[in-house]
């Protein structure tokens, strides 16, 4: 079946960087475009960016340009988030998404689990 | 931009519910989607392209629309339907996606 598995909860410093790793499996990981949503502590759902596994191209909400980095190893079917400059208001769940592409386009048809980002001194 | 109403549905087990997504511009009826999120839990979809479903979403959950305003509707609710509505646009140029800010569907 498809899956998400992604690293475990972070803890870091105002002005740090997170990495957060998401491994796929049970689908040909080229095939499927990969989101990265987020969501604040008893807030809404917010786009990050988009990286297309294929390629390594990436697009970004203009709120993360320049201090998001999307990345991916094909070798592991595995992606990658990079957030740089960590404030505390980037506390949040992570989440790694599956884009539906050709199955349900325009939208996101599985999700990670998350992984928690806290921002803390 | 995405809105949605109302905040909070306040219903009973069998009743059914009616969500609203309203977009501040005529948009792809391809572009629209929905999930639902349970407390503690990752979203899941439950719509795609403004009325799709995927495999194994259950067919009381139902989408229509068209233009600007969309709507998510339950035909009778069950008691794990009781979760937070996200309704999800992409637009394109540059690429990207944006949800609304949700509809908290609770027992009554």
């Known amino acids: 079946q498809v899956q998400l598995v992604q690293s475990g909860a972070e803890v870091k410093k105002p002005g740090a960087s997170v990495k957060v790793s998401c491994k796929a499996s049970?689908?040909?990981?080229?095939?499927?475009?990969m989101q990265w949503v987020r969501q604040a502590p008893g807030q809404g759902l917010e786009w990050m960016g988009r990286?297309?596994?294929?390629?390594?191209?990436?697009d970004f909400a203009q709120k993360f340009q320049g201090r998001v980095t999307m990345t991916r190893d094909t070798s592991i079917n595995t992606i990658y988030m990079d957030l740089r400059s960590l404030r505390y208001d980037d506390t949040a769940v992570y989440y790694c998404?599956?884009?539906?592409?050709?199955?349900?386009?325009?939208?996101?048809?599985?999700w990670g689990p998350g992984t928690m980002v806290t921002v803390s001194s | 931009v995405l809105t949605q109403s109302p905040g909070t549905l306040s219903l009973s087990p069998g009743e059914r519910a009616t969500l609203s997504c309203r977009a501040s511009?005529?948009?792809?009826?391809?572009?629209l989607a929905w999930c639902q999120q349970k407390p503690g839990q990752a979203p899941r979809l439950l719509i795609y392209?403004?009325?799709w479903r995927p495999t194994g979403i259950p067919d009381r959950f139902s989408g229509s629309g068209s233009g600007t305003d969309f709507t998510l509707t339950i035909s009778r609710l069950e008691p794990e339907d009781f979760a937070v509505y996200y309704c999800?646009?992409?637009?394109?140029?540059?690429?990207?996606?944006?949800f609304g800010q949700g509809t908290k569907v609770e027992i009554k």
């Open positions: 998404v599956r884009d539906g592409t050709s199955d349900t386009p325009y939208a996101f048809d599985v």
């Open positions: 049970g689908y040909i990981f080229s095939d499927y475009y």
């Open positions: 990286i297309t596994p294929r390629t390594g191209d990436t």
């Open positions: 511009q005529s948009v792809g009826s391809t572009y």
């Open positions: 392209g403004a009325y």
């Open positions: 999800q646009l992409y637009i394109d140029s540059p690429p990207r996606w944006t």
